[in-house]
């Protein structure tokens, strides 16, 4: 039959883990042996008084050693290991999803998964989820292991046509059967509760009075988890080989499109996090649509991208998500979810924790953005000492009034302008406004201030905001993120001040361009926020910006502005 190498090479890691646990239940249970053969040699007459001490002694021990083993053992029985979050489906919710499972089981000759739940992210596992450990049964008979839960990443259920689905899970329902095993199921719970001990005893709160029993339930925790490692690892590839060989059978054609469509999903899955929901949870806000997203996504990639050419002609092909009856409503579930694993968000509503739809999401998230840092700096140009003095060489040019008839033109040396009467008057009013005047939220003074240098005064400034304000938001919503969730993932690593100083002047830019210029907040599926002007996406406005603000040349930027409509002097609305 299929898989029985493999479940005859698991079968054998799980004794070799089960003999661990019973050699270390002997070694426990020695010191009272020793103990009960002083006692009864004692009682029979056969070893004499002068053997009182040592017996004595040997039975103390003994009963010392058996209140730390039932302790420790106790814990192990009772610790819980960390349950993965998800979203439950129940089979109300998804009939079609449990009946293709169902015929997944028979055809592989395997248990039926116990239920079925989703997970934002790109993995699919089974987990036991019984608060017995997995055990079923009654008493005075072998309990048996009872099926465990199917987890399916959410962002396989949108992206992945139903025989795709199928072929994917085809290997992970067929983990069931060695999970039926008792002996395997047994060296599971076993190293399970050895995790979880361990994990009790290194927690922050195991301090105090309890230290030293602590420290001893985590030296015994690891120190058979050390014995255990090989033959678990050994015992869970056999486990795997099994599940595999049971699968060949089933769609095996099939699971090599699935496996594409596997890495598609998972790379659509990572730029929707971090370049469109992350900025969205930063300011208290949620996409509530985030495996819709992906879907997006991965079709505006296909027609971006020639390799990715023949996957839009997969989309006329029926959806997994069609197998949920209201697959909008859980896709809200793992959304919520996401950002409170991705972000540590709060678990429910709330009004600086709300959603948005991508609809909404230019106009409420987008502009929004923008506007709060545009907002973040000119309030630091404004603070005490962040202006620069102007070097003699970068004064405003010097402006020569000449006869009305006269053309302007512009001296090659960049320190002489030959105007008109009137321009030459307009432009002098507008350098003498200008250079770093309190509260004027233009695009000139950003472009000014940073020509003159001293860009890393302000990058350290803002960096100091935003660490400030970051902590404060996750000191209000950690009391309500909820106990059971694992420490929060970081999707990327922090920004330097340079990138966040060139992140808020682009936002400068942008919010000047809106309103000025015509131009309007739109969303990039692959990009995140994105600047239109006419329709039309401008991604060219990286390198001006960080020109400015690496070498203090603004000509690129003023070129840039120019071609786009931009009015420097024009004061742009912050929040």
Known sequence: MAGEAGEGVARTRALAVLRIRSTAL??????????????????????????????WSVVGGALVVLLLAGAVAAVIVRARPAVSPTVPVAESAAPDLYRMVRDLA???????????????????????????????????RRREPAAPVLVIGSPFMWWMRVAELRALLAPVVAGT?????????AARRFLRGLDAAAGVASAP?????????????????????????????????????????RAQAVDYGLRIVAQEQVGLAYAGWDRLLTRVALPAWRMGRWPSRLDAGVVAALTDLSRRDRLAEGFESRLGERPACDLLEEPGTV???????????????????????????????????????????????????????SAVPRPERDRPPVITVEPADHHTTDSRSGTGLLMGGKAARQAAAQAAELPDEPGRATIARVIDRLSQGGSEELAARITGHVA????????????????????????????TGRELLTEHVTAMVCCAAVDTAGA????????????????????????????????????????????????????????
């Open 468 to 495: 400030r304000e970051e902590a404060a938001r996750a000191a209000n919503r950690s009391p309500a993120a909820g106990t059971s969730l694992a420490p929060v993932y970081q999707l990327l690593p922090p920004r």
């Open 331 to 385: 896709d809200e579930a793992a959304s919520l979810l996401a950002a409170r694993l991705f972000h540590g968000g709060p678990e429910h509503h709330g009004p600086d924790w709300s959603p948005v739809d991508w609809n909404s999401y230019p106009e409420e998230v987008v502009d929004r953005i923008w506007r709060s840092e545009a907002a973040l700096l000119i309030r630091v140009l404004d603070e005490p000492g």
């Open 177 to 185: 059967g060695p999970s039926a095993d008792p002996d395997i199921a």
């Open 520 to 575: 309007t907040a739109g969303l990039d599926w692959l990009d995140g926020p994105a600047l239109l002007v006419n329709g039309a996406r401008r991604a060219d406005l990286a390198w001006p910006v960080l020109r400015l603000v690496e070498n203090g040349d603004a000509a690129p930027l003023r070129s840039w502005l120019t071609a786009v409509g931009v009015r420097l002097e024009k004061p742009v609305r912050l929040v």
């Open 106 to 140: 028979v055809r592989l000759q395997v248990p039926t998964p116990s239920a079925i739940e989703l997970t934002p992210d790109c993995d699919s596992w089974l987990e036991d989820r019984r608060p017995d450990g997995g055990r079923s049964g009654g008493r005075g």
């Open 26 to 55: 002997a070694v426990a249970l020695l010191p009272a042996a020793a103990a009960i053969v002083l006692l009864v040699g004692g009682a029979t007459g056969r070893i004499g008084d002068s053997w009182d001490a040592l017996r």
């Open 205 to 245: 709160g195991s301090r105090g009075l309890a230290r030293p029993a602590y420290a001893f339930l985590g030296w015994v925790a690891r120190l058979l988890l050390r014995g255990c490692r090989a033959h678990a690892a050994e015992m869970e590839r056999g486990v795997a080989a099994s599940a595999s060989e």
